[in-house]
């Protein structure tokens, strides 16, 4: 399935990647914070947890290696959401970024 995020399951691919610096992703971080109130955090009925996919700049962040979009969501005060979150639960709907053409 394609998706505009980066998610935890990445990791994986890029630590068995030769070519590690490569890999870039789409950026959606969660937290199950309550965000209410806060820009750019959405919560979407089908989801326990808050999504966000613009930064506090409100830009988005379509190629960014995995380290700088977990970077991102720290600084944001949340993490990278998990593959069940974006692929399943569909968390990162309606976030305010969309790529059609960015995996996963």
Not at 23 to 39: P, R
Not at 52 to 60: A, E, G, I, T, V
Request: glycine share 4%; proline share 1%.
């Amino acid at each position: 399935k394609r998706n505009t995020c980066y998610s935890f399951e990445n990791r994986y691919q890029a630590s068995i990647s030769s070519s590690v610096t490569d890999l870039t992703y789409g950026v959606c971080c969660c937290s199950e914070d309550n965000k209410s109130g806060i820009e750019n955090w959405v919560k979407n009925d089908s989801c326990n947890v808050w999504a966000k996919s613009m930064d506090l700049d409100s830009r988005c962040h379509f190629a960014e290696t995995y380290e700088d979009a977990e970077a991102l969501c720290q600084m944001n005060g949340g993490r990278l959401c998990t593959k069940d979150e974006l692929e399943v639960l569909d968390c990162a709907a309606r976030t305010g970024c969309y790529k059609p053409d960015t995996l996963v």
